[in-house]
């Protein structure tokens, strides 16, 4: 038994799963985990993680997307300093811009906070950031919240408001705080983002070499580390620094923006998407990186007063264009708007491993976890795994009997199939499968597209409560629609929402309060120039590009969503596939081992008699 386990009772999967880490850390390893809900795979994790730093002198990264997990990582933190009496110190940390303690950052995007932030910080112009340290010396009021933080385990906001009431900068105090911290909890990009890790690693005092890195949620890595790695500008972007270079009397960097935008309506004179090679654009700037350099100069001036340039995420873009590097994808789009063109240009990332491969292979060791990471065998080569990587699925701890999985094959979503007739017969099925559900029930979309044609055909036919997910919904808007959602559990609601959406990650409805999901259709991404890139892209590297770059990130986004229904031990429920693709050979060998849906069209008598056997209402 790990002796830093925070709770009496181990369960067999986590046993596992422990003995598992533990021999990783202890050999200096990788392991991929395929651990469904339920299992306990934070403290199975962290306990002989933290056991092996604590006596290596190595730090534990445990590293998420959510801010959830975040609370449920300093928690367990605090049950095993609780139980074990254990000396160790525990910092966590968000993101800079989502720890600032100023009110006039809110509407940024990353990178104009960013550039607003060092703006700020190198005019001397941040109160919060001058009161953290004068010269080289911490203020007194710095090393009062830096001891709080490092006494006791605190969640991110716990943290910013102590920081806020003495007047220093939250996220320069996380940081200092974690240099004598053994358990670091962050987001992906502290140590994936090298605009980020630099920094984060040299003011913490900590080493990759020294790094245990714990990823959870893990099968959102690739397309967080993707994102963050692609790069874009548009025609309107290029218009609003030219604006910028009038206002500031720059006529070089004036004539340059102008060079730039009638290239870039030169290149989108017809409506399509296209690959623009990367020598194609630049051979029509001319001598671009001398004025690249001045945009730069330019651009740190105007942000003193104005919080963002134009010209910066310009010259931004350009210089990561110049890039020669393979795993990108140089696409332009063109589209009719009704203020005339719309052009952008993209720099798409289709390889993550970019950056993290050289992190991966730097670390002590690397633990992926996540209740949806299969196949692990394409999380271990698209993120550049060494090949002797563990991979390992854990055993479903959840009762089976508690659980009706089934595919419904009387309709599907098949893009050439989309007709009114088809949208009538999933509302159908919808509609029966969430009457034939006693309380709560989510139906899960491919897209805002389908769910409104479905949903025009639904209203109708539901003889319940309908509560809608919309796009872009705010933290507040989407608590309210949970609120409203649970309130009426008894009588029963519908919640129409989008795979991949607000709803399809980091919400729990346990109990009574959803007893069925439905799936309506395979979430393929959309057949554009990017997916195919992505495809064409892994088949030269592995060979595997219809699986790596569409079937399997499709499946495991559904699988998310499809998670929601069964949360613990003593949830009961029913999740429904709808679409008669779901049985074929080429999708339905996709399913984990321990889900194994039965198809169906009797799925009406299916759902009853599985209702009538958990005697719950």
């Known amino acids: 038994m790990v002796s830093l386990f925070p709770y009496d009772k181990i369960r067999p999967e986590q046993d596992e799963l422990i003995k598992d880490v533990y021999a990783a850390v202890n050999n200096g390893k990788c392991l991929i985990a395929h651990a469904p809900t339920g299992l306990g795979k934070t403290a199975a994790a962290l306990a ?17 997307s959510r801010h959830t997990q975040h609370a449920i990582a300093v928690e367990t933190a605090r049950l095993i300093k609780q139980k074990h009496k ?27 906070f960013h550039d607003y932030c060092r703006s700020l910080v190198e005019s001397d112009s941040c109160k919060f950031y001058s009161n953290f340290r004068k010269g080289s010396m911490l203020t007194p009021d710095s090393k009062i919240v830096i001891a709080t933080i490092a006494a006791e385990p605190l969640h991110t906001e ?59 949620e893990a099968h959102n890595l690739p397309d967080r580390m993707r994102e963050m790695l692609t790069d874009r500008i548009s025609l309107a972007v290029v218009e609003r620094a030219l604006k910028e270079s009038e206002k500031a009397e720059e006529a070089e960097i004036g004539q340059f923006l102008s060079d730039l935008r009638a290239a870039l309506i030169n290149l989108g004179n017809a409506p399509g998407e296209k690959i623009i090679p990367r020598q194609h654009l630049l051979e029509k700037l001319g001598d671009y990186q001398k004025i690249l350099e001045k945009m730069a100069v330019v651009s740190e001036s105007i942000r003193e007063s104005e919080q963002q340039s134009f010209i910066g995420s310009v010259a931004g873009f350009l210089e990561a264009w110049e890039t020669e590097e393979e795993g990108y994808a140089r696409i332009l789009t063109s589209e009719n708007s009704q203020k005339g ?40 080569d698209i993120l550049g795994f060494p090949e002797d990587t563990a991979l390992k699925e854990y055993h479903n701890p959840m009762p089976k009997e508690n659980r009706l999985a089934l595919i419904v094959t009387s309709a599907t979503t098949k893009f050439s199939e989309r007709t009114s007739d088809q949208f009538a017969k999933l509302a159908d099925v919808c509609a029966r499968a969430s009457d034939s559900i006693p309380g709560n029930v989510i139906l899960f979309f491919p897209s805002y597209a389908v769910m409104e044609e479905v949903h025009k055909q639904l209203h109708p036919k539901l003889g319940k409560e309908v509560i809608k997910e919309h796009p872009n919904l705010s933290k507040e808007e989407k608590q309210g629609l949970l609120h409203q959602f649970r309130s009426v559990y008894f009588n029963g609601a519908v919640l129409l929402a989008v795979i991949g959406g607000s709803f399809s990650e980091g919400i729990d409805l346990p109990g009574t309060l959803l007893n069925g999901v439905v799936i309506v259709g395979l979430p393929l991404g959309q057949p554009n120039l990017h997916t195919r890139e992505l495809i064409r892209y892994y088949d030269s590297m592995f060979g595997r590009g219809w699986d790596y770059g569409y079937v399997f990130p499709a499946f495991t986004k559904a699988l998310q969503s499809a998670g929601r229904c069964i949360r613990t031990e003593t949830d009961r429920g029913v999740i429904l596939f709808v679409d008669e693709r779901y049985a074929s050979a080429r999708y339905y060998r996709c399913f984990p081992k321990d889900l194994a849906p039965r198809a169906t069209t009797l799925y009406e008598q299916a759902i009853k008699e599985f209702f009538a056997r958990q005697q719950m209402f």
Do not use: W
């Open 48 to 64: 002989p993680a933290l056991e092996y730093a604590l006596k290596s002198k190595k730090t534990v990264f445990f590293l998420t």
């Open 86 to 112: 254990a000396s160790f110190s525990v910092t966590d940390v968000v993101g800079k811009r989502h720890m600032c303690a100023r009110d006039d950052v809110s509407g940024l995007f990353n990178r104009q």
């Open 158 to 216: 716990e943290a910013v408001e102590v920081a806020k009431k003495h007047g220093v900068c939250p996220y320069e105090a996380a940081i200092s705080a974690s240099k004598d911290a053994s358990l670091i909890i962050a987001d992906y990009y502290s140590l994936f983002n090298p605009q980020v890790s630099e920094g984060f690693l040299r003011k913490s005092g900590k080493s990759v070499e020294d790094a245990i890195i714990i990823v959870d």
């Open 341 to 380: 063109r719309a052009v952008s240009l993209s720099l798409q990332c289709l390889d993550p491993s970019i950056e993290t491969a050289s992190i991966i292979r730097q670390a002590h060791s690397v633990i992926l976890m996540s209740g949806t990471l299969t196949p692990t065998a394409m999380f271990r």
